[in-house]
T-cell receptor, first 112, second 112 residues
């Protein structure tokens, strides 16, 4: 199916563990983005990528790592999860810089 | 840094009313402004994209206007329906950037 897929949809982990959230898009869009959404803060950009092997920090990158070895995949890794990283994470892709095209359904992460 | 504010934060109206949702932004040197819809537990869906050279965009019962000089955009929903119940977010990039800053959204409930 065409689209943007995030996995897992739900994840519970413990403080200090490494967690990787996956994002896969089927359109070969150049641009991909990771956001977190929290009550009281709205959507905040974590990292973004303009093409394979090109990534850049967003507003709240601390504690996160990304990679983009293939155009269609953009995984987000929490190297050592903290309770403050409990959030809903959204991946997005777009074919140009003119608009945020498509969002995934989100991953709800709880860090205990 | 771009700041995006949405008023009201929440709105509850009877079916059939015409609605206006407001979005203001601090940096008027924007390439575009975009309105999204988010249903509970879901990702964002793009509704309307207004380029900086445009004054408004229409899609069905939705009309979005943009006034860069005053730093404002409005989303007009005609003849609201219960299916319009969702959170509506606007997003605008900072001047010279294509990376958008999101408002915190307006949560809309349309009751029968």
């Amino acid at each position: 199916d065409a689209g943007i897929t995030q996995s897992p949809r739900y994840k519970i982990t413990e403080t200090g563990r490494q967690v990787t959230l996956m994002c896969h898009q089927t359109w070969s869009h150049s641009y991909m983005f990771w956001y977190r959404q929290d009550l009281g803060h709205g959507l905040r950009l974590i990292y973004y990528s303009a093409a394979a092997d090109i990534t850049d920090k967003g507003e709240v990158p601390d504690g996160y790592v990304v990679s983009r070895s293939k155009t269609e995949n953009f995984p987000l890794t929490l190297e050592s999860a903290t309770r403050s990283q409990t959030s809903v994470y959204f991946c997005a892709s777009s074919e140009s810089t003119s608009a945020q095209g498509y969002f995934g359904a989100g991953t709800r992460l709880s860090v205990l | 840094k771009q700041e995006v504010t949405q008023i009201p934060a929440a709105l509850s109206v009877p079916e059939g009313e015409n609605l206006v949702l407001n979005c203001s932004f601090t940096d008027s040197a924007i390439y575009n402004l975009q309105w999204f819809r988010q249903d509970p537990g879901k990702g964002l869906t793009s509704l309307l994209l207004i380029q900086s050279s445009q004054r408004e965009q229409t899609s069905g019962r939705l009309n979005a206007s943009l006034d860069k000089s005053s730093g404002r955009s409005t989303l007009y929903i005609a003849a609201s329906q219960p299916g319009d119940s969702a959170t509506y977010l606007c997003a605008a990039p900072s001047g010279g950037s294509y990376i958008p800053t999101f408002g915190r959204g307006t949560s809309l409930i349309v009751h029968p």
